[in-house]
């Protein structure tokens, strides 16, 4: 079993993905993502979620950290190694790149 690196690499806005922002029953508007562009997390060999990570785009990238943590992968499409993967937010998605870390 290998460790997964998982690096924040694009972040969208409501109003990259609605044209204009999205305003809650509340009157408030939904802001962007709080993960940095750039921002890494490891899943180490027990495959539990990373500390300080979101439980929704855990949830969103959890096959793939597995298919990639037990030696699988799509060889023919993002290389043996990688997974490029979205946190399933329709407003405010998260691009994430997924690494098998080799040691």
């Known amino acids: 079993m290998s460790k997964i690196k998982i690096t924040v690499i694009k972040k969208y806005s409501p109003k990259d993905i609605l044209g204009h922002e999205f305003i809650r029953p509340d009157g408030k508007s939904i802001p962007i993502c709080s993960f940095d562009i750039g921002e890494e997390f490891i899943v ?3 495959g539990d979620m990373p500390e300080g990570f979101c439980h929704h785009a855990w949830f969103g990238l959890y096959k793939n950290v597995q298919v990639l943590k ?32 080799t040691e």
Request: hydrophobic fraction near 30%; include cysteine; aromatic fraction near 14%.
């Open 44 to 46: 180490d060999e027990t």
């Open 70 to 101: 037990y030696g699988g992968g799509f060889p023919d499409w993002t290389g043996e190694d990688n997974i490029y993967n979205a946190c399933p937010d329709g407003l405010r998605p998260v691009i994430f790149k997924l690494e098998r870390i």
